[in-house]
């Protein structure tokens, strides 16, 4: 296998289009030129929960949206299933991490280059006149707005449910006694991720 060379993306400028770019088939909603102001860069509504069927496409999509390669993607541990350590992307491997103190409610995706991009992550189970509001809403200049406003305007709850077991009860954590899928989430400001 030969090594690819990967060219240093170009992070957005205020030059860029300011149009924004919704991609319907992957049901996806992104600001071209990030506002720093704003909590979220855009939404994403995945088909399911399962992030190794649902991840490779939204890398995809990212790097062909924004001409960027992403490089890492963090998401909260609790919302998904299925998750690898990484994502096979066109000559490289994306590497996954997942978090429980990052807001369930978004992923992050991290670059070579300038700020990661941040995506609310419309549930999959979401009803589409909901989920559709939500990915026109962000795609909209949304500077200040924090995630429980966007998600109140768009009519979604502002809480992801914990997930169920097979016997329809709440699945709690080994250890701390908390629902899960119930984390903290930050107040205020962009999410950040680290490992």
């Given at each position: 296998?030969?090594?690819?060379?990967?060219?240093?993306?170009?992070?957005?400028?205020?030059?860029?289009?300011?149009?924004?770019?919704?991609?319907?088939?992957?049901r996806?909603s992104l600001?071209?030129?990030?506002?720093?102001?704003?909590?979220?860069?855009?939404?994403?509504?995945?088909?399911?929960?399962?992030?190794?069927?649902?991840?490779?496409g939204?890398?995809?999509a990212?790097?062909?949206?924004?001409?960027?390669?992403?490089?890492?993607?963090g998401?909260?541990?609790?919302?998904w299933?299925?998750?690898?350590?990484?994502?096979?992307?066109?000559?490289?491997?994306?590497?996954?991490?997942?978090?429980?103190?990052?807001?369930?409610?978004?992923?992050?995706?991290?670059?070579?280059?300038?700020?990661?991009?941040?995506?609310?992550?419309?549930?999959s189970?979401?009803a589409?006149?909901a989920a559709?509001?939500?990915?026109?809403?962000?795609?909209?200049d949304?500077?200040?707005?924090?995630?429980?406003?966007?998600?109140?305007?768009?009519?979604?709850?502002?809480d992801?449910?914990?997930?169920a077991?097979?016997?329809?009860?709440?699945?709690?954590e080994?250890?701390?006694?908390?629902?899960?899928?119930?984390?903290?989430r930050?107040?205020t400001?962009?999410?950040?991720?680290?490992?």
């Amino acid at each position: 296998m030969t090594p690819a060379l990967l060219s240093q993306p170009a992070p957005l400028s205020s030059t860029s289009p300011a149009i924004p770019r919704v991609d319907s088939a992957l049901r996806l909603s992104l600001r071209p030129v990030q506002n720093r102001l704003a909590v979220v860069d855009g939404a994403w509504w995945p088909s399911s929960c399962d992030a190794a069927a649902e991840l490779p496409g939204l890398i995809a999509a990212v790097d062909r949206l924004l001409g960027r390669v992403t490089l890492r993607v963090g998401l909260h541990g609790d919302v998904w299933q299925n998750i690898p350590r990484r994502i096979p992307a066109r000559g490289r491997q994306v590497r996954i991490g997942w978090f429980r103190h990052t807001d369930p409610r978004v992923i992050t995706l991290s670059f070579a280059a300038g700020e990661p991009v941040v995506l609310l992550i419309v549930p999959s189970g979401t009803a589409a006149g909901a989920a559709e509001a939500t990915l026109k809403l962000t795609a909209q200049d949304i500077g200040g707005m924090s995630i429980d406003a966007i998600l109140t305007l768009a009519h979604l709850p502002a809480d992801p449910a914990p997930r169920a077991t097979a016997d329809g009860s709440a699945r709690w954590e080994d250890e701390g006694g908390s629902i899960i899928g119930q984390a903290a989430r930050p107040s205020t400001g962009r999410p950040t991720t680290s490992e």
